[in-house]
């Protein structure tokens, strides 16, 4: 009670309009707060539970405990008599040392053709990971395995691939594929028989099954969930989109855009260089538009962790609005 408390450098509290969010940015997940707890541990953090005990009243000493046990139990905060000198926040000043965040390839018979170029100009400028989309399966059988023979020794962190559904190629096929290629962190296979997931025995990487087609100008990248918690993304997050940063995606036809849902072509992949267009003021249009600058988005308390892939359309008051609506409503903290 007469300690005083500070929270973990690695867990960060983001606010909402109806609720808060616990970021634990070490242990890659989150916890949901409320509001007046927030407020709590923003006022006091350095304090002690005495402390706020003195100035909530003894009735609401018990609440107060309970919270702070809660927030002990999950590793959130600890308790020194140091001072908060002693304890340096983290520097949220994003780098790094890719020029190309993610790339994603529709393979084809367009592109196909291109990809040692890809993969020279991709080495040259660095790249956080690659997705690989085959968006038919005669593609698939002839071309899957030579471009993961081009891109073998890349120096790319990880690789996704989209693939069709082929019934000769079984779990033991792809658990030997990420054997021989352990960038490979996730596998999605569409048009399957039936939606399930698979891990794959040596390297448990998810091998996702499903029953959709994939469409060529899906935004999305994956099924999988649009929030992701880091120390990378919520660093990126207070200064870029974290969906449209550096981000390039080259279609089956070997246009050039800045992602699956963006319109606007900005060259070919077999005639213009990757780093020419990486440099152009209108590819680079909706990087810089942070949750924080957009209308809803801002009052979110998913803002720091959200993958939203909807578009900036235009400014209204000095804030950003969105294509579409979002599923989740943040006044109300309720999906739709």
């Not at 300690?3 to 949901?32: H, P, T």
């Not at 949220?92 to 993969?119: A, E, G, N, R």
């Not at 999605?188 to 029953?211: C, G, M, Q, W």
């Not at 100008?217 to 994956?222: A, I």
């Amino acid at each position: 009670m007469n300690d005083k408390f500070y929270f973990f450098a690695s867990c960060m509290i983001v606010k909402g309009a109806a609720q808060s969010v616990v970021y634990d940015l070490q242990r890659k997940s989150y916890e949901y707060i409320p509001n007046v707890l927030y407020d709590i541990l923003i006022e006091y953090n350095g304090k002690t539970i005495q402390n706020i005990v003195d100035d909530y009243g003894e009735e609401n000493k018990e609440v107060i405990v309970e919270y702070f046990e809660y927030l002990s139990q999950n590793e959130f905060i600890f308790f020194s008599n140091f001072g908060e000198e002693s304890f340096p926040k983290i520097d949220l000043t994003w780098h790094s040392p890719f020029q190309i965040s993610t790339l994603i390839i529709d393979i084809s018979t367009k592109t196909f053709p291109s990809l040692k170029k890809i993969y020279n100009e991709v080495e040259a400028l660095g790249c956080g990971a690659i997705s690989f989309r085959f968006l038919d399966v005669e593609t698939y059988v002839l071309h899957f395995e030579e471009a993961m023979r081009i891109f073998g020794k890349s120096r790319c962190r990880s690789f996704e691939l989209f693939l069709p559904f082929d019934a000769s190629k079984n779990v033991e096929y792809f658990n030997q594929l990420t054997i021989k290629n352990n960038r490979i962190y996730s596998i999605h296979i569409y048009d399957a028989n039936e939606r399930k997931v698979e891990i794959l025995d040596e390297i448990k990487t998810p091998l996702f099954y499903h029953s959709e087609t994939l469409e060529a100008n899906s935004p999305h990248v994956s099924n999988s969930s649009n929030f992701l918690v880091n120390k990378d993304m919520f660093m990126e997050s207070q200064h870029h989109n974290t969906f449209f940063n550096r981000k390039i995606y080259i279609n089956e036809a070997g246009e050039i855009k800045n992602a699956p849902n963006c319109e606007e072509v900005f060259g070919q992949v077999d005639q213009d260089a990757l780093e020419s267009i990486l440099k152009e003021e209108g590819f680079q249009k909706y990087w810089n538009i942070n949750k924080d600058t957009i209308a809803v988005c801002k009052d979110c308390e998913h803002r720091y962790m959200c993958m939203s892939d909807r578009k900036p359309l235009k400014k209204v008051n000095e804030l950003w609005q969105l294509e579409g609506k979002c599923a989740y409503n943040p006044y109300e903290a309720e999906w739709a």
